[in-house]
């Protein structure tokens, strides 16, 4: 069951429920919206959606119980430009307001594209254990092109003196 329901400011409940504040954070030049699914402990779903529009408040009257965030969806973000942090858990008590609050920052994930052009994610971290193994594989590049000289030079060594042994 899917349950979408805005209120106004914050009246007072029908019955038991309670109230869930989202306050979403977002970073200068966010203008997306955000989709947000809670799951109460029961297994009912319930979408919410903040937006510029409403200087990025929702509120919503819900039944007491253990709530989840399932997910929280950024709208026309299909590069992964910005990411959301929240917390995962949330309880509704009855007659009481709880807050959800959600940071949207710039996704600090580097992004590039492999050799079929599929765009690929490598963290910083990960970026920079591949940046060590690529210094490290140089370093063997050119351990093997001495090594590979070195035994070079010695046919040609070889080559020349047997040369000179053949012919006088």
């Not at 253990?66 to 309880?91: F, S």
């Not at 971290?125 to 193994?133: I, P």
């Amino acid at each position: 069951m899917c349950i979408l329901c805005v209120v106004p400011a914050f009246a007072e409940p029908e019955g038991e429920d309670g109230f869930i504040d989202v306050d979403v954070d977002p970073v200068d030049g966010f203008h997306q919206s955000l989709m947000i699914n809670l799951v109460r402990e029961s297994g009912e779903n319930y979408l919410l959606v903040a937006e510029a529009v409403n200087q990025w408040v929702v509120n919503l009257a819900l039944p007491p119980g253990n709530y989840e965030v399932d997910t929280v969806t950024i709208d026309k973000d299909p590069h992964g430009q910005y990411q959301a942090g929240y917390e995962k858990k949330l309880v509704v008590r009855s007659k009481e307001v709880s807050s959800l609050k959600i940071r949207v920052r710039e996704n600090t994930v580097n992004s590039s594209k492999d050799a079929m052009g599929t765009e690929t994610k490598e963290d910083p971290e990960q970026e920079a254990l591949s940046t060590g193994a690529r210094t490290d594989l140089w370093g063997i590049v050119k351990k093997m092109w001495f090594s590979l000289a070195l035994v070079l030079a010695s046919l040609i060594f070889l080559a020349v003196k047997k040369r000179k042994e053949y012919y006088g």
